[in-house]
Structures are given as C-alpha cells and as structure tokens.
C-alpha cells in the first residue's frame, strides 16, 4: 500500500458556487511548521479571495485599482467581498469600464466602500452604521431570519458566507457591489 501526501502553500478552502446558490468553505488558517505562510504571514485577505476562485474579479478590480499592498497589509480589516457572480449582476459593461485607467479612482472608492478598518465578525454586526475606508457610510442590516445585508445609495448586499478569517482580518463574502454615491 502507498499513500501519497500533497501539500500546498495555498490556505486550505474548498468552495462551491453556482449561481445564486450559497457558497460553503471549510478553511483551516493553521500554518504547517516550516511553511511559507509560517515564514511571510500569508494567508491574507488577498491570499484567502485568490485561493477560493469565487473571488477573480475582485481580485482582479484591487490589482486595477493598485491595492494590493493595503490588503496585504497588517490589518485588521473586515472586507466585504463580492462573488464573481454579484460583480456580474451589474450592467453589461460596468466592469470593464471600471477597470479603465481613467476610472480608477472610481474604482477605488468602490472598493473601499467594501473594506472596514478593524476585524468585525459576524456576532458583532448587529445593525446600523460602518464606516468604511472610503469614508462612505453604510449600513448593516439584521434581517429576521438572522441573515445580514448591507446597503448604501440603494445598493444592496447580503452575505452568503461570513467570517472568513486571514492573518489579516476576515472575509464576508456578498451577493451584490456596494455602490457608493
């Protein structure tokens, strides 16, 4: 009998995403002795959004918007992360052009609308306002059956997967783009 053992330097997460179906993760953010992510601290927000695949526009939209390093960062942060699939609810076209060199700066208050200083799990969003790092306002929303959804300049959200957690913070992944106005 031969058994074979494969390890990887990627954060253990198994996603499954079809659409408007919920996502599930099973995440382990323990390091293996003698790992890179013992070595460097990685395992961050950005490792973790790579790693599950569901995340490939966003990531795509912070390398755009050349910000990387800040979530990369020490952190804490909370970071709201939109799916592959609520980026693709947004009308045909917006992406693209959000990518455009000339709207970055767009792109980048959007983002940022999605990013919360300090590490706010699930237990202690229990309704009301966030401040976000673009300095934009939202709102976090208790909803009766216990889901929570948040919602700026009419645009809503609602986490499919909470507490996500990386060295450098957590994840909650969402089901629509925060517009900011």
């Not at 990518?99 to 237990?123: Q, R």
């Not at 959200?157 to 900011?180: E, K, T």
């Amino acid at each position: 009998t031969t058994t074979t053992t494969t390890t990887t330097d990627a954060p253990l997460i198994t996603t499954t995403a079809t659409t408007d179906a919920p996502i599930t993760a099973t995440q382990s953010t323990e390091a293996t002795p003698g790992s890179q992510e013992e070595e460097d601290g990685s395992n961050t927000i950005v490792d973790v959004a790579v790693a599950a695949g569901v995340f490939n526009t966003l990531v795509e939209a912070v390398k755009a918007a050349g910000l990387v390093d800040a979530l990369t960062a020490e952190g804490p942060l909370t970071v709201l992360a939109p799916t592959d699939d609520a980026f693709a609810k947004l009308p045909n076209g917006t992406v693209d052009t959000l990518l455009l060199p000339e709207n970055i700066d767009k792109l980048t208050n959007i983002l940022l609308t999605h990013v919360i200083d300090g590490a706010v799990d699930s237990s202690m969003l229990t309704g009301g306002a966030e401040e976000t790092l673009s300095g934009n306002t939202i709102e976090a929303v208790v909803n009766d059956d216990g889901s929570i959804s948040f919602n700026i300049n009419g645009s809503n959200a609602n986490v499919i997967l909470a507490d996500v957690d990386a060295s450098n913070g957590i994840i909650h992944a969402i089901d629509g783009v925060l517009l900011p106005p």
